[in-house]
C-alpha cells in the first residue's frame, strides 16, 4: 500500500467520543472551518453554513432540547442507532456531543438535493484537518434527526442558523481524552474489476 501524510492521516483517523476539558484554540477552529469549506458541492453550490459552538452553556442548552426532543420523537426507520440514541437520551448523563469543547454544526439550503452530500464531505474535510492538528472528532447525527423539532430549531435560530435550512450533521471536536481503538474493517467491500 502507498503511503504518504494524507494517506496515512486518513488511515489514523477514529471517532473520538472521550474529550479532554480543554479548549480548542481558535486558530485551531478556524483552520476546521476553513477546511470545510474547500470540499466539493454539487454545482459549487457552496450554500452550506458552518455554525461552531464552543459556548459551555450554549451547548449544555442543545444538550437539553435533544434530551426534551427524543422523548417526543418516533424513529422513521428501523436503523438501530436511532432507537439507541433515544434511549440513551433518558439516562441522568446523557451528552450526544461526547462533552467535546466544540460542535460544528452543518446545515444547507432547503431543498437541495446535494445538501447532505455536501456537508457530509465537508466533515470528512474537518475530520482529517483534526487529525492532522492531533485533534479528535466525531459525526454526531442527533442534530440531523431532530432537524424538525420545533424548540430545539427555535434555539439554533437565536444562533444564526436559518429555521429554513435542513440540519445535515455535526462534528464534535477537541483534544482526545481517551483514544479510540480502531473498529476492523470488513472484508469484500471492495472490488476492481479488470
Ligand atoms: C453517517 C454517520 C453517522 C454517525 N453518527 C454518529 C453519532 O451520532 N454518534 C457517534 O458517536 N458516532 C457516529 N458516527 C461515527 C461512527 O460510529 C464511526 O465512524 C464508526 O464506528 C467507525 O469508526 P471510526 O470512525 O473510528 O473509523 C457516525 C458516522 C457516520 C458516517
Known amino acids: 500500500m502507498i503511503t504518504n501524510s494524507v494517506l ?49 452553556d450554549v451547548l449544555l442548552k442543545i444538550n437539553e432540547l435533544v434530551r426534551q426532543g427524543f422523548q417526543t420523537w418516533t424513529p422513521d426507520d428501523d436503523y438501530p442507532g436511532k432507537q439507541m ?9 446523557y451528552n450526544f ?23 457530509a464531505l465537508a466533515l470528512e474535510n474537518v475530520f ?18 431532530l432537524r424538525g423539532d420545533d424548540a430545539l430549531r427555535g434555539y439554533l435560530s437565536t444562533l444564526g442558523i436559518p429555521k429554513e435550512h435542513t440540519i445535515c450533521n455535526s462534528a464534535a471536536v477537541g483534544h482526545i481524552g481517551t483514544a479510540s481503538a480502531a ?6 467491500t471492495v472490488r476492481i474489476i479488470k
Open 8 to 56: 496515512d492521516c486518513i488511515r489514523a483517523r477514529r471517532s473520538t467520543r472521550s474529550f479532554l476539558d480543554r479548549p480548542v484554540e481558535k486558530r485551531q477552529l478556524e483552520t476546521l472551518l476553513d477546511a470545510a469549506v474547500w470540499a466539493p458541492s454539487g454545482s459549487n453550490s457552496q450554500s452550506w453554513l458552518f455554525t461552531a459552538v464552543t459556548d459551555k
Open 128 to 145: 482529517l484537518a483534526a487529525q492532522s492538528l492531533g485533534l479528535g472528532s466525531c459525526y454526531v447525527n442527533q442534530l440531523h434527526w
Open 97 to 119: 456531543y461526547h462533552r467535546a469543547p466544540a460542535l460544528i454544526i452543518a446545515s444547507n439550503r432547503p431543498n437541495y438535493e446535494n445538501a447532505m452530500a455536501d456537508c
Open 85 to 93: 440514541a433515544k434511549t440513551m437520551s433518558q439516562r441522568e448523563d
Open 183 to 188: 473498529p476492523p474493517r470488513r472484508e469484500g
